[in-house]
Structure formats: C-alpha cells, structure tokens
C-alpha cells in the first residue's frame, strides 16, 4: 500500500446513510425470512420477490418455500437462499425491521 495515503485512509468520511448500511447486517432487515420448506427452515432474502419487495404485501418472519418458488421458480428461490446468511453485510436495499 502506498505509505502517503495512511492519513486518508485513517480520516476517511463516510456519509451517515452510507455508514447506517455498512454497519447493519441482513439479519436486522425487514426482508431477511425463515424459508419454510417440508423438511427444513432456512434464512432466505425475499427483496427480489416483487411483491415483498416493494412491500405491497405484508412481509411475515416465516415464509412457505411453495409461496416463493409461486412467485420466483426455483431460480429465485435459490437467489433468496443464496442471501440467508444473517451476519452478511447490508445491501443497499437494506430496511431496518420494526
Ligand atoms: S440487506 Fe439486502 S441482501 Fe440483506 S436481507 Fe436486506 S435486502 Fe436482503
């Protein structure tokens, strides 16, 4: 690393909505969801189903496997799944539960 950029680097200025993100992880989103299957449950992101994801419906903790592979296939659903790690860094689409 170039030596005469550490003083920048330590000063950097982040803007507040910008450090509200970087600082949440996904298991603090409204989107984050327990994906209920038939034999297992497991964290899924649901913000690329549409109607979640422009909160037309209500979004419930515990969503049914068939409800998403209805609305997404199994393509989608496997994008939900991809993002079930609740530790993850927030997205830009991040929207705090309450
Ligand atoms: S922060 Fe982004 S990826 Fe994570 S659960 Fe929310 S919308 Fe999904």
């Not at 297992?40 to 049914?64: F, H, M, Q, S, W």
Request: proline residues 5%; aromatic residues 6%.
């Amino acid at each position: 690393m170039d030596k005469r950029n550490v003083l920048w680097e330590k000063h950097r200025m982040m803007l507040p909505q910008m450090r509200e993100k970087a600082v949440h992880r996904c298991g603090h989103c409204r989107f984050f969801v327990s994906i209920r299957g038939l034999k297992e449950t497991r964290y899924g992101c649901v913000v690329d189903v549409k109607a979640y994801g422009n909160l037309e419906k209500r979004i419930p903790p515990v969503v049914p496997v068939l409800e998403i592979i209805k609305r997404v296939g199994l393509e989608g659903l496997e994008r939900c799944l991809e993002k079930g790690e609740p530790e993850r860094q927030s997205c830009g689409k991040f929207r705090l539960k309450g």
